[in-house]
């Protein structure tokens, strides 16, 4: 079973950065598309970054030109580097993977997500 984790949320004030850390753990996926998402209290869960296939990664609005995602296939791990926070940025983020499970064919195209970690910016 494939597994994802996250780390590095924290506080931070305003201005300040953040890196955050997805590390994936089992075989048998493709895991053809990585990305990240946030939930912050009262509101639904949005896109932030998405990369397909090691396609150009498509950034939300919001974060666009403070946000930049990388992968590192050799270490099955995804970073989310955060530059001048915002308060706005206030949320529990979610490292998600789609793809094919080649173990399970009678359901093969499956999403997987992580349990989140919370980042917290002061003003």
């Known amino acids: 079973q494939v597994h994802l984790v996250e780390s590095g949320g924290g506080m931070v004030q305003a201005g300040g950065s953040l890196r955050l850390s997805c590390a994936a753990s089992g075989s048998g996926f493709s895991f053809d598309a990585m990305g990240w998402y946030r939930q912050a209290p009262g509101k639904q869960r949005d896109s932030v970054a998405t990369?397909?296939?090691?396609?150009?990664?498509k950034y939300a609005e919001a974060v666009k030109g403070r946000f930049t995602m990388s992968r590192d296939n050799a270490k099955n791990m995804v970073y989310l580097q955060m530059n001048d926070l915002k308060p706005e940025d206030t949320a529990v983020y979610y490292c998600f993977t789609a793809g094919v499970n080649y173990s399970d064919w009678r359901r093969p195209y499956q999403e997987i997500w992580g349990q989140g970690t919370l980042v917290t910016v002061s003003s």
């Open positions: 990369d397909i296939s090691g396609g150009e990664t």
